[in-house]
Protein backbone atom coordinates (compact mmCIF):
# COMPACT_ATOMS: atom_id res chain seq x y z
CA UNK A 1 0.00 0.00 0.00
CA UNK A 2 2.54 2.45 -0.69
CA UNK A 3 0.82 4.17 -3.66
CA UNK A 4 0.71 7.61 -4.13
CA UNK A 5 -1.58 9.65 -1.91
CA UNK A 6 -3.03 12.77 -2.73
CA UNK A 7 -1.26 15.40 -0.29
CA UNK A 8 -3.16 18.49 -1.04
CA UNK A 9 -1.97 19.92 -4.36
CA UNK A 10 -4.56 23.32 -4.41
CA UNK A 11 -3.32 26.44 -3.43
CA UNK A 12 -4.75 29.24 -1.73
CA UNK A 13 -7.83 28.12 -2.12
CA UNK A 14 -9.17 29.62 0.97
CA UNK A 15 -13.26 30.22 1.37
CA UNK A 16 -16.61 28.00 2.77
CA UNK A 17 -16.53 25.46 0.58
CA UNK A 18 -14.74 22.56 1.55
CA UNK A 19 -14.02 20.10 -1.35
CA UNK A 20 -12.33 16.99 -1.35
CA UNK A 21 -8.67 17.15 -2.19
CA UNK A 22 -7.36 15.57 -6.10
CA UNK A 23 -5.11 13.59 -6.77
CA UNK A 24 -1.83 15.17 -7.93
CA UNK A 25 -0.07 13.42 -10.71
CA UNK A 26 2.14 10.23 -9.40
CA UNK A 27 5.57 11.90 -10.73
CA UNK A 28 4.38 15.28 -8.28
CA UNK A 29 4.32 13.07 -5.20
CA UNK A 30 7.14 12.81 -2.07
CA UNK A 31 8.93 9.95 -2.17
CA UNK A 32 6.80 7.09 -0.05
CA UNK A 33 8.12 4.50 2.41
CA UNK A 34 8.09 0.76 2.80
CA UNK A 35 5.32 -0.75 2.03
CA UNK A 36 3.14 -1.47 5.16
CA UNK A 37 2.52 -5.15 6.50
CA UNK A 38 -1.27 -5.55 7.12
CA UNK A 39 -4.05 -2.81 7.59
CA UNK A 40 -6.99 -1.34 7.82
CA UNK A 41 -6.68 1.18 4.95
CA UNK A 42 -5.22 -1.04 1.98
CA UNK A 43 -7.64 -1.00 -0.54
CA UNK A 44 -8.91 2.80 -0.12
CA UNK A 45 -8.52 3.99 -4.10
CA UNK A 46 -6.34 6.98 -4.51
CA UNK A 47 -8.66 10.09 -3.76
CA UNK A 48 -10.97 8.14 -2.20
CA UNK A 49 -12.40 10.15 0.98
CA UNK A 50 -11.27 8.24 4.46
CA UNK A 51 -13.82 10.56 6.31
CA UNK A 52 -16.89 12.25 5.21
CA UNK A 53 -18.98 14.15 7.35
CA UNK A 54 -22.04 15.19 6.31
CA UNK A 55 -24.70 17.69 8.16
CA UNK A 56 -23.10 17.04 11.45
CA UNK A 57 -25.20 18.82 14.44
CA UNK A 58 -24.32 18.14 18.15
CA UNK A 59 -26.61 19.78 20.63
CA UNK A 60 -25.85 19.17 24.62
CA UNK A 61 -28.32 19.68 27.22
CA UNK A 62 -31.88 19.84 27.08
CA UNK A 63 -34.79 22.52 27.23
CA UNK A 64 -33.59 26.19 28.88
CA UNK A 65 -30.02 24.55 28.64
CA UNK A 66 -28.98 24.28 25.28
CA UNK A 67 -25.27 24.28 23.78
CA UNK A 68 -25.33 23.94 19.93
CA UNK A 69 -21.95 22.56 20.14
CA UNK A 70 -21.86 22.03 16.18
CA UNK A 71 -24.23 23.03 13.27
CA UNK A 72 -24.15 21.87 9.87
CA UNK A 73 -20.94 20.76 9.68
CA UNK A 74 -19.99 19.01 6.50
CA UNK A 75 -16.08 18.48 5.36
CA UNK A 76 -14.66 15.51 3.58
CA UNK A 77 -10.86 14.01 4.17
CA UNK A 78 -9.04 12.14 1.42
CA UNK A 79 -6.60 9.63 2.08
CA UNK A 80 -3.30 10.62 2.97
CA UNK A 81 -4.52 14.24 3.95
CA UNK A 82 -2.81 15.64 7.21
CA UNK A 83 -5.47 18.19 8.29
CA UNK A 84 -5.89 20.64 11.37
CA UNK A 85 -8.81 22.30 12.90
CA UNK A 86 -8.48 25.20 14.67
CA UNK A 87 -10.54 27.69 16.52
CA UNK A 88 -11.07 29.29 19.70
CA UNK A 89 -12.07 27.53 22.85
CA UNK A 90 -15.64 26.47 23.23
CA UNK A 91 -16.30 26.72 18.97
CA UNK A 92 -16.42 23.05 19.14
CA UNK A 93 -13.29 21.14 17.85
CA UNK A 94 -12.91 18.60 20.50
CA UNK A 95 -17.17 17.72 19.91
CA UNK A 96 -16.04 17.38 16.50
CA UNK A 97 -13.43 15.11 16.87
CA UNK A 98 -15.06 13.28 19.54
CA UNK A 99 -17.88 12.43 17.30
CA UNK A 100 -15.78 11.60 14.61
CA UNK A 101 -14.07 9.29 16.40
CA UNK A 102 -17.19 8.16 18.17
CA UNK A 103 -16.24 8.68 21.59
CA UNK A 104 -19.36 10.95 21.23
CA UNK A 105 -22.46 10.63 19.37
CA UNK A 106 -23.69 12.75 16.99
CA UNK A 107 -27.19 14.51 17.29
CA UNK A 108 -28.01 14.20 13.59
CA UNK A 109 -25.95 13.88 10.20
CA UNK A 110 -23.26 11.37 9.38
CA UNK A 111 -20.11 10.59 9.88
CA UNK A 112 -18.79 8.07 7.07
CA UNK A 113 -15.01 6.34 7.50
CA UNK A 114 -14.36 4.15 5.04
CA UNK A 115 -17.61 4.18 3.75
CA UNK A 116 -19.42 2.92 6.47
CA UNK A 117 -21.55 5.32 8.79
CA UNK A 118 -20.26 5.13 12.38
CA UNK A 119 -23.03 7.20 13.58
CA UNK A 120 -25.18 3.96 12.51
CA UNK A 121 -23.12 1.45 14.09
CA UNK A 122 -24.24 -0.72 16.57
CA UNK A 123 -21.82 -0.86 19.88
CA UNK A 124 -20.23 -4.12 19.35
CA UNK A 125 -19.43 -3.40 15.73
CA UNK A 126 -18.55 0.35 16.75
CA UNK A 127 -15.89 -1.45 19.20
CA UNK A 128 -14.20 -3.56 16.53
CA UNK A 129 -14.37 -0.81 13.92
CA UNK A 130 -12.68 1.74 16.20
CA UNK A 131 -10.28 -0.56 17.15
CA UNK A 132 -9.72 -1.96 13.59
CA UNK A 133 -10.27 1.46 11.74
CA UNK A 134 -8.99 4.66 14.26
CA UNK A 135 -6.26 5.60 15.79
CA UNK A 136 -6.05 8.55 18.67
CA UNK A 137 -3.19 10.41 20.01
CA UNK A 138 -4.72 12.39 22.97
CA UNK A 139 -3.31 16.12 24.72
CA UNK A 140 -1.49 13.56 27.60
CA UNK A 141 -0.53 10.51 26.17
CA UNK A 142 -2.18 7.70 27.76
CA UNK A 143 0.25 5.36 27.53
CA UNK A 144 0.00 2.15 30.14
CA UNK A 145 2.19 2.75 33.00
CA UNK A 146 3.42 -0.72 33.85
CA UNK A 147 4.17 -1.67 29.97
CA UNK A 148 7.15 -0.63 28.66
CA UNK A 149 7.47 1.86 25.04
CA UNK A 150 7.55 -1.64 23.12
CA UNK A 151 4.97 -3.03 24.48
CA UNK A 152 2.53 -0.24 25.07
CA UNK A 153 3.10 0.28 21.01
CA UNK A 154 2.67 -3.62 20.66
CA UNK A 155 -0.63 -3.75 22.71
CA UNK A 156 -3.32 -2.87 19.97
CA UNK A 157 -1.48 -5.38 17.46
CA UNK A 158 -1.45 -7.86 20.15
CA UNK A 159 -4.91 -7.46 20.62
CA UNK A 160 -5.58 -8.10 17.08
CA UNK A 161 -3.99 -11.13 17.32
CA UNK A 162 -0.91 -10.23 15.30
CA UNK A 163 1.80 -13.14 15.31
CA UNK A 164 4.59 -12.11 17.59
CA UNK A 165 6.91 -11.95 14.80
CA UNK A 166 5.66 -9.52 12.58
CA UNK A 167 4.42 -7.67 16.05
CA UNK A 168 8.41 -7.16 16.59
CA UNK A 169 9.09 -5.90 12.95
CA UNK A 170 6.40 -3.39 12.91
CA UNK A 171 7.23 -2.18 16.54
CA UNK A 172 10.72 -1.84 15.46
CA UNK A 173 10.02 -0.07 12.42
CA UNK A 174 7.12 2.95 13.41
CA UNK A 175 9.93 3.48 16.53
CA UNK A 176 12.64 3.89 14.21
CA UNK A 177 10.96 6.30 11.92
CA UNK A 178 9.56 8.53 14.92
CA UNK A 179 12.71 8.26 15.93
CA UNK A 180 12.23 6.63 19.60
CA UNK A 181 14.21 3.09 18.94
CA UNK A 182 16.68 4.14 21.82
CA UNK A 183 13.27 4.23 24.53
CA UNK A 184 11.78 1.20 23.38
CA UNK A 185 12.64 -0.56 26.76
CA UNK A 186 11.31 2.05 28.57
CA UNK A 187 8.46 2.81 30.81
CA UNK A 188 6.60 5.36 30.74
CA UNK A 189 7.72 7.39 33.53
CA UNK A 190 11.58 7.51 32.60
CA UNK A 191 10.61 8.98 29.39
CA UNK A 192 10.21 12.57 28.78
CA UNK A 193 6.69 13.73 27.99
CA UNK A 194 7.96 14.30 24.06
CA UNK A 195 9.16 10.99 24.32
CA UNK A 196 5.97 10.21 25.70
CA UNK A 197 3.83 11.58 23.10
CA UNK A 198 6.04 10.02 20.09
CA UNK A 199 5.50 6.44 21.36
CA UNK A 200 1.87 7.61 21.39
CA UNK A 201 1.92 8.50 18.05
CA UNK A 202 3.73 4.97 17.32
CA UNK A 203 0.76 3.18 19.30
CA UNK A 204 -2.27 4.80 17.18
CA UNK A 205 -0.15 4.33 13.86
CA UNK A 206 1.13 1.00 13.94
CA UNK A 207 -2.06 -0.92 13.44
CA UNK A 208 -2.36 1.26 10.12
CA UNK A 209 -5.47 2.94 10.40
CA UNK A 210 -7.77 4.41 8.43
CA UNK A 211 -7.79 7.85 10.63
CA UNK A 212 -5.81 9.03 13.15
CA UNK A 213 -7.35 11.83 15.10
CA UNK A 214 -5.28 13.90 17.85
CA UNK A 215 -6.93 16.75 19.81
CA UNK A 216 -4.03 19.07 21.11
CA UNK A 217 -1.10 16.86 21.24
CA UNK A 218 0.95 19.44 21.64
CA UNK A 219 -0.68 20.98 24.41
CA UNK A 220 1.95 19.70 27.26
CA UNK A 221 4.86 19.72 25.11
CA UNK A 222 7.75 22.51 25.01
CA UNK A 223 8.83 24.15 21.89
CA UNK A 224 11.71 21.57 21.23
CA UNK A 225 9.51 18.61 21.85
CA UNK A 226 6.09 19.69 20.01
CA UNK A 227 8.74 20.10 17.22
CA UNK A 228 9.67 16.78 17.05
CA UNK A 229 6.00 15.53 17.72
CA UNK A 230 4.97 17.87 14.67
CA UNK A 231 7.85 15.86 12.39
CA UNK A 232 6.84 12.46 13.67
CA UNK A 233 3.58 13.69 11.95
CA UNK A 234 4.61 14.68 9.20
CA UNK A 235 6.52 11.14 9.01
CA UNK A 236 3.87 9.20 9.79
CA UNK A 237 1.37 11.72 6.82
CA UNK A 238 4.65 10.76 4.02
CA UNK A 239 5.72 7.84 4.79
CA UNK A 240 2.96 5.89 5.84
CA UNK A 241 0.30 7.80 4.17
CA UNK A 242 -1.38 8.18 7.25
CA UNK A 243 -4.49 10.47 7.19
CA UNK A 244 -4.29 12.76 10.00
CA UNK A 245 -6.51 15.52 11.79
CA UNK A 246 -4.99 16.94 14.15
CA UNK A 247 -6.94 19.73 16.91
CA UNK A 248 -5.04 22.54 17.63
CA UNK A 249 -5.22 26.17 19.24
CA UNK A 250 -1.57 26.56 18.08
CA UNK A 251 -0.27 28.33 14.56
CA UNK A 252 2.36 26.95 14.20
CA UNK A 253 1.46 23.16 14.79
CA UNK A 254 -0.92 23.75 11.98
CA UNK A 255 1.23 24.75 9.78
CA UNK A 256 3.01 21.55 9.74
CA UNK A 257 -0.55 20.14 8.04
CA UNK A 258 -1.86 20.40 4.23
CA UNK A 259 -5.08 22.13 5.18
CA UNK A 260 -6.51 24.24 7.99
CA UNK A 261 -10.53 23.84 8.68
CA UNK A 262 -10.81 26.55 10.82
CA UNK A 263 -14.61 26.49 13.45
CA UNK A 264 -16.17 29.52 15.17
CA UNK A 265 -19.42 29.09 17.46
CA UNK A 266 -19.65 25.52 15.55
CA UNK A 267 -19.73 25.96 11.86
CA UNK A 268 -16.98 25.84 9.34
CA UNK A 269 -15.79 29.67 9.13
CA UNK A 270 -13.25 28.76 6.38
CA UNK A 271 -10.32 26.08 5.58
CA UNK A 272 -6.95 26.86 4.04
CA UNK A 273 -5.34 24.69 2.09
CA UNK A 274 -1.19 25.01 1.94
CA UNK A 275 -0.43 23.83 -1.90
CA UNK A 276 3.42 23.53 -2.45
CA UNK A 277 4.02 26.59 -0.23
CA UNK A 278 6.70 26.40 2.54
CA UNK A 279 5.82 25.80 5.71
CA UNK A 280 6.53 29.45 6.76
CA UNK A 281 4.33 31.16 4.12
CA UNK A 282 1.59 28.68 5.36
CA UNK A 283 2.46 29.67 9.02
CA UNK A 284 1.81 33.64 7.88
CA UNK A 285 -1.66 33.22 5.96
CA UNK A 286 -2.80 30.61 9.08
CA UNK A 287 -1.82 34.08 11.18
CA UNK A 288 -4.20 35.72 8.65
CA UNK A 289 -6.85 34.11 9.15
CA UNK A 290 -6.74 34.03 13.06
CA UNK A 291 -6.06 37.87 13.09
CA UNK A 292 -9.31 38.24 10.85
CA UNK A 293 -10.91 35.49 12.85
CA UNK A 294 -10.51 38.14 15.89
CA UNK A 295 -7.58 36.03 17.43
CA UNK A 296 -4.42 37.80 18.39
CA UNK A 297 -1.59 35.15 17.93
CA UNK A 298 -1.40 31.37 18.40
CA UNK A 299 -2.37 31.77 22.30
CA UNK A 300 -6.35 33.08 21.14
CA UNK A 301 -7.57 30.67 18.99
N1 LIG B 1 -20.49 17.18 27.68
C1 LIG B 1 -20.91 18.42 27.44
N2 LIG B 1 -22.07 18.88 27.95
C2 LIG B 1 -22.50 20.13 27.69
N3 LIG B 1 -21.83 21.02 26.92
C3 LIG B 1 -20.67 20.60 26.40
C4 LIG B 1 -20.13 19.31 26.63
N4 LIG B 1 -18.95 19.20 25.98
C5 LIG B 1 -18.76 20.38 25.36
N5 LIG B 1 -19.78 21.23 25.61
C6 LIG B 1 -19.92 22.60 25.09
O1 LIG B 1 -19.82 22.55 23.69
C7 LIG B 1 -19.07 23.65 23.20
C8 LIG B 1 -17.88 23.15 22.41
O2 LIG B 1 -16.97 22.51 23.29
P1 LIG B 1 -15.61 21.83 22.81
O3 LIG B 1 -15.07 21.08 23.95
O4 LIG B 1 -15.88 21.10 21.56
O5 LIG B 1 -14.71 23.12 22.50
P2 LIG B 1 -13.21 23.19 21.99
O6 LIG B 1 -13.23 23.95 20.71
O7 LIG B 1 -12.59 21.85 21.98
O8 LIG B 1 -12.55 24.12 23.11
P3 LIG B 1 -11.07 24.05 23.78
O9 LIG B 1 -10.14 24.74 22.81
O10 LIG B 1 -11.24 24.87 25.02
O11 LIG B 1 -10.70 22.63 24.03
C9 LIG B 1 -18.70 24.49 24.41
O12 LIG B 1 -19.64 25.53 24.54
C10 LIG B 1 -18.81 23.50 25.56
O13 LIG B 1 -19.17 24.18 26.75
MG1 LIG C 1 -11.04 20.91 23.11
Same mark, same amino acid.
Given at each position: ???????????????????????????????????????????????????????????????????????????????? *?????????????????????????????????????????????????????????????????????? *???????????????????????????????????????????????????????????????????????????????????????????????????????????????????????? *???????PRRA?FD?????????????????
Open positions: MNEASPINPMVAASGRQVAAAHARPASDVPATGPVRTGGAAVGSAIGTPVLEVVHLEKVYGARGNVTRALEDVSFTVSRG *EFVGIMGASGSGKSTLLNCVSTIDSATSGSVVVNGADVTRMKAAKLAKFRREQLGFIFQDSNLLDTLTAR *ENIALPLTIARVPAREVSVRVEDVAMRLNISAVLDKYPYQMSGGQQQRVAAARALVTDPALIMADEPTGALDSKNARLLLESFETMNRQYQATVLMVTHDSFAASYTNRVLFIRDGKIFT *ELRRGDSFRIMEVVAMMGGEGSDAL
